[in-house]
């Protein structure tokens, strides 16, 4: 069975929605954002108050996003969106969404780790390296979210920001380490 969610377009669109929701909060967004590199161009770049100051995280809009998504499309997003991180310029955690469950799709377990969804095996791999996945839910005519970054939230609606989860990883040649995400300050 289809996902409701059928071309990139409007999965943006679901996310645009939702950001612009985000306004009063402080939130500001910027659409179709070209890296400073030069050679790519991220869907969304969102600044959100953080502290005493406010941080920055990407947004990769991709079509049919669920639990099950399959093994060869979620390698495809995340080859992009490791590409991306391999970029001087992005030092900020980037999201993989909107993954919006569709009561139509036919869930069934996954071979490997059973008791895990396919979207739970990508994001505890895919957030080594700050590719985390902004999962929605539609409610009463409001979009939530909640953004996951190497399974624990990152971000919720409910709970703000999780300074625990303010750790981005930094890979010089074979040694990896976590540091705190950049807050810059507001003047």
């Not at 289809?2 to 943006?12: C, L, Q, R, T, Y």
């Not at 947004?59 to 499309?73: F, Q, V």
């Not at 791999?125 to 929605?136: C, I, K, T």
């Not at 930094?170 to 540091?179: E, M």
Request: hydrophobic fraction near 35%; charged fraction near 30%.
């Amino acid at each position: 069975m289809d996902h409701f969610i059928k071309d990139e377009e409007f999965a943006s669109n679901i996310i645009k929605k939702y950001l612009r929701s985000k306004d009063q909060n402080g939130w500001e967004f910027k659409e179709e954002y070209e890296l400073v590199s030069g050679w790519a161009r991220l869907d969304f770049l969102v600044k959100a108050p953080y502290k005493d100051g406010h941080i920055l995280f990407g947004i990769e809009a991709k079509k049919e996003l669920h639990s099950y998504t399959n093994w060869k499309d979620l390698a495809k997003h995340f080859e992009q969106m490791v590409a991306y991180q391999n970029r001087p310029d992005v030092t900020y955690p980037i999201f993989l969404g909107p993954v919006v469950e569709d009561k139509k799709i036919t869930v069934y377990k996954n071979e490997v780790l059973p008791h895990l969804t396919n979207m739970q095996v990508f994001d505890r791999l895919a957030g080594r390296l700050n590719v985390g996945v902004m999962y929605m839910n539609y409610k009463d005519g409001i979009w939530s979210a909640r953004f996951v970054l190497r399974d624990g939230t990152y971000y919720a609606d409910h709970c703000g920001f999780q300074e625990r989860r303010m750790k981005i990883s930094i890979t010089k040649n074979s040694n990896i380490k976590r540091v705190s995400q950049k807050i810059y300050i507001s003047k």
